[in-house]
């Protein structure tokens, strides 16, 4: 571009950007090629005004030159509050062009999650997990695109693009590479902090290849463009000059020689001196001063205009300049002229007639900056009213009224509280933090002050569990909750503190509330809600609470929610203990209404949350009930998927989903489905309980495939190793990484792990051979050097199986006795345990069994039963074990 000089000074931006453009050709080469080729990503980068505008523009105009659709997209300064606002403005072309029913055939099932936030479906009520939304905006945009090939998305100031966008953004980059789109980011190198900047870097590492940073022109650079612009006859040092004092930014280098031409300077050196004053009033307080000199009609549209930032029209721009309409066409007028602003360019994407916008976002950023603060705060609060009167909602008026001052308005409250129910219905929870705070500041009326509180605590729950419980805690020191608020604001808060790695402050604070009430439902619930949080949290279980909650729950039937609630508890605790399977089942059966969960207590019902019916589940899985512990985490699947919920809850759901499998024998069933919860469990954060139930599951899963090695590698990559939580993770976590250690040959760490184990079991009172099989692991790693100890590790193992009763327990209890014996006592015992497991759910054990018993009986028979049932389970280390045994066949019969 240097040697081959643009034509005219408004392609100045684009004087030594070759490489940049060969970038962006190449890249267009590989997107036209094939259908079937893989997205691609650039990222360019530079301070205001080095021409990344310009850039994204030459890459608008070779793609279309190639037939290529082109969305663009663009952030604003002052807009980065409103929620989806990029990402809308990118599908714009998209959306425009489908009628409703094409929309929805074409989004599918995403279509009643993405829509809302999109702006093409009304919101329902409640709150949408932000995750799903983020999740379900990926899709759409991934089906849109695959109808539109070539494609090519251009995201211009994404520094000032809202996070919801950056975070839809930086999920779509990480999956393109199986989409032929080419994706166009430019950016300010600084500009943003905290969520914002490392959603940006986000953005840039998944790009594949470095930052393209743009640089400042050259002083050859800048002499051809002075002479372009001003004439060949500008001398030398003139245009040294125009360079030293724009220092090379495009942007100000045409805004400088612009004033050259309109002062009619002579380009020579004797003038040179001059161009500092030229410059100063292009930029900053030169460019106020320039506006001024326009009049104050002119200068009052300019504010007007960037208060409103986008959709400035000349009617709306007088209504809120109070301005009469001649007046306000002249003032545009003149500030077209002025270069202050213009007309959008109808290439970059659709405008409504007479829209206007601010020639360079530096103008804009000035003009704004410039308003003094009083005007500016009551142009906003007109703006919000002109906003609401055209009946476009209190969540589009918001980011107009978070810039009001405070003033104790009763109205102003309430629009806000009203913008972040709104938010929340499209997944902004962010958005309807702020909104919330604002009205804290403004203040709320006292008896409305607890309930905004309130609100707000319930907003950030899913997003900053600490900021939750200072709000939730300050709304509950205070009057204003009705009953029924009181107590949910408790159990969320109890739940905030819970994230939040404060179980003993969660568990007072739900003892204390449920000592202010009488006998009744209220306090039975509270007390469940505190009976739930020590039963997960393993560190608070005990004997005596055990028995608490056996006497609470034996004068439970089962009549409503809280005592279906305290009996689901007490089956779990039973469960964990490994008391009577038969008396743990009827306990979670009496929890149910028909054998459905009763109204109220479904997976997406906020009372009770899903803690309490994942131990239902978990109780049957472990008490031999596995068609009821699929049917209901099946449920959640669905419930949380149909609900929008992606993030946490989704994940649990996937996991237990897994668990389940596991148990049943359904191993490559068990294994996909739980690597999606631990993918779901990554995007939300490591070291949660959810996180270390989808690590654990796995390992445990691939350990029972026989993939040792891969199992050490998820250990390895997810950090599955001390510390552990202190919440209960199924399967046993002990367990499994002892279980682990011993099974990559490091056998006395794998013995410490197991030990450990015994030593929580003994503390909470007694174990669960099943759940928590420590006992067996740990006996058979003894045999060779204390058999005395892992036969006495043996019989305790058999005589908490046969307490348990399940055909499982008993039976695993046997093939560890086998495993221990020789001879004939050996291989009676490995028939028990063949027979109890064939009884059992668990078909993988049972297929362990039938394997140990045909090698310890020299039988091809039931090796060969054996072998089939480890096959059809996905068990591939065993059948290879029982494969090996078969091909050598010496003294087999």
């Not at 906003?387 to 810039?403: I, P």
């Not at 997944?427 to 919330?436: S, V």
């Not at 996991?655 to 919860?677: V, W």
């Not at 692991?777 to 006495?792: V, Y």
Request: charged content about 25%.
């Amino acid at each position: 571009m240097t040697e081959g000089r643009p034509s005219t000074a408004g392609s100045a931006s684009l004087w030594e950007r070759d490489a940049e453009i060969a970038t962006v050709t190449a890249a267009l080469d590989g997107l036209c090629a094939d259908r079937t080729s893989a997205g691609n990503l650039l990222v360019f980068r530079g301070e205001a005004g080095l021409g990344k505008t310009a850039l994204l523009a030459e890459t608008r105009r070779i793609a279309e030159r190639r037939g290529c659709a082109v969305w663009s997209a663009r952030g604003g300064e002052t807009l980065r509050s409103v929620p989806f606002n990029v990402v809308r403005q990118l599908l714009q072309p998209a959306l425009m062009s489908l009628l409703p029913e094409e929309a929805r055939e074409y989004l599918g099932d995403w279509y009643d999650i993405a829509g809302p936030a999109l702006g093409i479906v009304d919101p329902g009520e409640g709150s949408v997990d932000p995750q799903y939304v983020c999740d379900g905006l990926v899709a759409a945009v991934r089906r849109l695109a695959r109808r539109e090939w070539p494609l090519v998305l251009l995201v211009d100031d994404a520094h000032w693009a809202d996070q919801e966008t950056l975070r839809w953004l930086a999920a779509f980059a990480e999956r393109l590479d199986d989409l032929p789109v080419l994706v166009v980011v430019a950016r300010r190198p600084a500009e943003v902090n905290g969520e914002s900047a490392r959603l940006l870097e986000a953005v840039a590492g998944a790009a594949g290849r470095p930052v393209s940073n743009l640089s400042a022109l050259t002083p050859d650079a800048t002499a051809g463009l002075t002479r372009a612009t001003v004439g060949r006859q500008a001398d030398d040092p003139f245009c040294r000059e125009v360079w030293a004092v724009t220092g090379g930014n495009p942007y100000d280098t045409v805004e400088l020689l612009a004033k050259v031409q309109d002062s009619e300077l002579q380009p020579v050196e004797a003038r040179a001196a001059e161009l500092r004053a030229l410059n100063r009033s292009a930029r900053g307080g030169g460019l106020v001063d320039r506006l001024k000199g326009l009049g104050i009609e002119a200068t009052r549209f300019a504010w007007a205009a960037a208060i409103l930032g986008t959709g400035i029209s000349v009617d709306i721009v007088a209504r809120l300049a109070s301005m009469p309409a001649t007046t306000a066409e002249r003032s545009a007028e003149l500030l077209c002229t002025a270069r202050i602003l213009t007309e959008p360019d109808p290439a970059v994407g659709e405008a409504d007639a007479g829209d206007l916008e601010f020639v360079h976002p530096l103008i804009a950023s000035a003009v704004y900056d410039s308003i003094p603060p009083g005007v500016c705060t009551a142009m906003h609060g007109i703006a919000a009213q002109i906003v609401t009167e055209t009946g476009r909602g209190a969540a589009e008026a918001s980011r107009h009224l978070l810039k009001v001052h405070p003033d104790d308005d009763e109205e102003l409250v309430e629009q806000l509280r009203e913008a972040a129910r709104e938010h929340l219905a499209v997944g902004a929870p962010d958005a309807a933090r702020r909104c919330l705070e604002r009205a804290l500041r403004e203040p709320p009326r006292p008896e409305v002050h607890a309930r905004v509180l309130y609100e707000l605590g319930r907003a950030t729950l899913l997003t900053a569990p600490a900021v939750t419980v200072e709000h939730l805690q300050n709304a509950l020191a205070i009057s204003g909750l009705s009953a029924d608020e009181r107590v949910d604001a408790v159990v969320r808060l109890s739940q905030a503190l819970i994230h939040n790695d404060q179980l003993e402050e969660a568990v007072r604070t739900v003892e204390a509330e449920a000592a202010r009430h009488a006998t009744g439902p209220v306090k039975l619930r509270l007390q469940a809600v505190q009976f739930m949080w020590e039963g997960i949290h393993g560190e608070t279980v005990s004997p005596e609470r055990s028995r608490r909650l056996a006497e609470l729950a034996a004068t439970c039937t089962g009549r409503d929610n809280s005592e279906r609630a305290l009996l689901i508890l007490r089956g779990f605790d039973a469960m964990t203990h490994g008391e009577s399977a038969e008396e743990i089942l009827q306990l979670c059966d009496r929890a149910l209404v028909n054998g459905r969960l009763a109204p109220g207590l479904g997976w997406t019902d906020g009372e009770w949350g899903i803690e309490l019916l994942m131990m239902l589940g978990s109780a049957y899985t472990y008490a031999d009930r596995l068609d009821r512990a699929e049917s209901l985490f099946a449920e959640a699947l669905r419930a949380y998927t149909g609900a929008g919920w992606r993030g946490g809850h989704l994940s649990l759901a996937n996991a237990f989903l897994g668990l389940a499998y596991r148990r049943q024998g359904r191993l490559k069933d068990a294994e996909s489905t739980l690597r999606e919860a631990l993918a779901l469990a990554e995007r939300v954060g490591r070291g949660l309980p959810l996180y270390w139930s989808a690590t654990c599951g796995l390992v445990d899963t691939l350990l029972a495939r026989g993939q040792t090695s891969e199992a050490w590698s998820i250990a390895e990559q997810y950090g599955f190793a001390p510390p552990y939580p202190s919440t209960i993770v199924l399967p046993d976590i002990r367990s499994v990484r002892g279980r682990l250690l011993i099974a990559v040959g490091r056998t006395g760490e794998g013995i410490n792990e197991l030990e450990a184990a015994e030593k929580t079991a003994v503390s909470r009172g007694g174990h669960n051979p099943v759940l928590s099989p420590w006992s067996i692991d740990l006996a058979k790693a003894l045999a060779g050097q204390d058999p005395a100890r892992a036969a006495r590790l043996a019989a305790d193992a058999r005589r908490q199986a046969e307490r348990f009763g399940t055909d499982t327990a008993i039976g695993e209890a046997l093939r560890c006795a086998a495993a221990l014996e020789t001879g004939q006592r050996a291989v009676g015992l490995a028939a028990q345990a063949v027979a109890y497991l064939e009884a059992s759910p668990c078909q993988y054990e049972h297929a362990a069994a039938r394997v140990e018993y045909g090698i310890a009986t020299r039988s091809t028979t039931e090796l060969n039963r054996g072998l089939a049932l480890a096959r059809s389970c996905g068990a591939d280390g065993l059948a290879a074990k029982a494969r090996e045994v078969l091909e050598t066949g010496r003294g087999l019969h």
